[in-house]
């Protein structure tokens, strides 16, 4: 077998309907040039998935036609979509249209072989399987959300805290030294402080209430 060409990509997992764009190369070449001619029933043609977690062995994937290009062809989970681009104007470009079980929730991981079809080096496609919601939920927690009043300096003015100066309850100390900025709720507690300098002329501030 020849050396494998790989292919890496990145796709959110739940992902269904995935149509992935990869190249075959020919072997009888020694430019790098494409394959071109390779179809769902070219001779030996062989494709294989296996996701790093809930599988003991590669799924064997049945190649089967594509009948328009971007049009997923509904591949059962024991199939696979081939088919060429344009073997004038892109030759050796491929589009592989996939089984929705090869992206489910569960697995970090999930490979294509493509192999097997005369003057074809192998294909291998590694995915990373991207969980989106948790991703975005992380980002939207460590920006939006975390509460950083135990941190000191610029550490503290996280969006959350600097949404609470402009929108809590905000009540001095009963010298006008610092403004305490509540947290949310009724009976909230302070979320953190900011030092207030006043001079000698200056009405004393007795409590800052946000208006709606």
Not at 6 to 11: K, S, T, Y
Not at 29 to 41: A, H
Not at 133 to 141: D, F, L, M, N, Q
């Amino acid at each position: 077998m020849a050396q494998k060409s790989v292919a890496l990509r990145v796709v959110d997992a739940g992902s269904t309907q995935v149509i992935l764009q990869f190249s075959i190369l020919d072997s009888s070449k020694t430019k790098g040039e494409g394959l071109t001619g390779i179809t769902s029933g070219s001779a030996g043609l062989k494709i294989s998935m296996m996701r790093n977690r809930g599988q003991t062995a590669p799924t064997a994937l049945t190649p089967i036609a594509v009948a328009t290009l971007g049009t997923w062809v509904s591949p059962t989970s024991a199939q696979a979509g081939i088919r060429a681009e344009d073997d004038t104007n892109r030759p050796g470009e491929y589009q592989l249209h996939c089984p929705d079980v090869a992206f489910a929730s569960g697995a970090e991981t999930v490979t294509f072989l493509v192999w097997g079809a005369t003057n074809m080096v192998p294909v291998q496609i590694e995915i990373t399987l991207r969980d989106a919601v948790y991703e975005w939920a992380g980002i939207a927690t460590a920006l939006l959300k975390y509460d950083l009043v135990g941190f000191a300096g610029e550490a503290r003015w996280s969006p959350l805290n600097a949404l609470r100066f402009l929108l809590n309850e905000k009540t001095p100390d009963v010298n006008n030294t610092y403004i305490s900025v509540k947290k949310e709720g009724a009976g909230a507690v302070e979320a953190y402080r900011v030092t207030i300098t006043k001079d000698a002329t200056a009405a004393p501030i007795t409590r800052m209430v946000p208006q709606p």
